[in-house]
């Protein structure tokens, strides 16, 4: 079993942008040394849901702050950004840290960064297959070329090499269209917050059977999973710190998704959605939370947990909770 932390840099109510992306720093090195395995960021743009525009900027200034932890990308979209310039980011950071990066991409939302960036609706309605082997390619290969729908470019040499073939790609997965093309190409997903463990695991079962007719086995594949944890002296405890906190991030931060092509939007109600978080997600003691994960990596299969772990929105919640998940909960799952 693998277990990480998954950071978002949101902006709580009364921060401002230094102290959301420094608390999310902060709490990257105490995963550290509290022990997990990795930490991932997540990517976002024009919003106060997360303030990180580059998940693979932070990601490089973070493994400079350490030394042991995994760092990956949760995740870098692949309809806003060149599949060559991120490829040629994620060989350099899996150099330069001895392999201590791993990158998820996804394909994102039909939001206005498409327009910003000067990409289109189409690269995120048809282009992600072709964006995704673009970049597989750039990974595996010493030249590539591209004579595509969405890239055509001459020959040429990809520098620096990864060290070991590639560093591991994940594909965030919301939809069974991209379960498959994540099967096809022998890839592991990484599955959302908004997902319970039935939904989660019938994408598993999906996987396997895309997998198994694209000619792959999809026994082993290190799926990962996204969890939202907060740990205190009860269960009751413990939600209190999340609803006094998340329905004001979630409140002006989801306004932040905004359609490129004036399609409905209706944000998720704010206190309803931290409702259905808690109730899906390990909340509670610290045998609540181990339990809690327990039944999750039983029902899934997925033995790689990430954790959000910024609900209680301040830098002193986060990094305490943090230290209680390290200490009080990840021995309970690792001596079992």
Known sequence: M?????????????????????????????????????AWIAEHHFMSYGVCPSAITFAAHALGRT???????????????HPVALAEQAALLDRISGGRFRLGVGRGGPWVDLEVFGTGLPRYEHGFAESLDLLLDCLRRDHVSADGEHFAFREVPMVPRPADGQPPVTVACTSRATVEQAAARGLPMLLGMHAGDDEKAGLV?????AATEAGRDPRGVPHVAAVLAQVGE??????????????????????????????????????????????????????????RLRESIDRTGIEHVVMLVEGGGTRERTLANIDRLGTEVLPLLRDA
């Open 2 to 38: 693998r277990f990480g932390i998954f950071v978002l840099a949101g902006r709580f109510p009364g921060q401002d942008d230094e102290q959301a992306l420094t608390r999310s720093l902060d709490a990257v090195v105490r995963a550290e040394e509290a022990g997990f395995d990795d």
């Open 67 to 81: 030394s042991r932890i995994t760092l990956g990308t949760a995740v870098s979209v692949l309809s806003t950004v």
């Open 205 to 209: 079962e999906h996987y396997a059977r």
């Open 234 to 291: 009860d269960r009751r405890h413990a939600e209190h710190q999340l609803r006094a906190a998340m329905p004001g991030w979630l409140a002006d931060g989801l306004r932040g998704y905004v359609p490129v092509d004036g399609r409905p939007y209706t944000p998720r109600d704010p206190v309803a959605y931290t409702d259905l978080l808690c109730s899906l997600h390990p909340v509670g003691s610290p045998a609540d939370c181990a339990g």
